[in-house]
């Protein structure tokens, strides 16, 4: 992940050195699906790793190293009683589901996994 100039904070890279330990939800606008994912972070100035992100001629100062450790689908109960999208889903994304079933290589059946995630979201049984 790129650190570009932003609001000029360092509090989340003085973290990283202080501890490694990594945390990121991935929020899918006009949708109730939320990715969790945690694992472990470093810091790195490397030249090559930073041109990888060049945007017109400009490169983050540095780039967070991220390894995933787990991956989890959030419970989509809080983000239905939020009413928070005022956007439709955005179409051609894959479902938590289907993500599940190409993780697993198809030992867990995707449209199922869908369809039994509604219902438990939708009854507060996450």
């Known amino acids: 992940m790129p650190d570009w100039k932003g609001n000029e904070r360092i509090d989340s890279l003085r973290n990283i050195i202080r501890d490694g330990r990594m945390s990121l939800i991935f929020l899918v606008a006009g949708s ?38 787990e991956v989890y689908s959030q419970c989509a109960r809080a983000l239905q009683r ?4 005022t956007a439709p889903h955005a179409e051609n994304l894959p479902t938590p589901g289907q993500m599940l079933q190409d993780a697993t290589q198809g030992a867990i059946n995707g449209a199922d996994y869908d369809t039994e995630r509604a219902t438990r979201a939708h009854l507060g049984w996450c």
Do not use: C, E, H, M
């Open 32 to 69: 109730t699906t939320a990715i969790r994912v945690n694992g472990t972070a470093k810091i790195t100035a490397d030249a090559d790793l930073r041109a990888r992100f060049d945007r017109g001629g400009t490169q983050p100062r540095s780039v967070i190293v991220i390894r995933i450790a």
């Open 82 to 85: 939020s009413a928070l999208w």
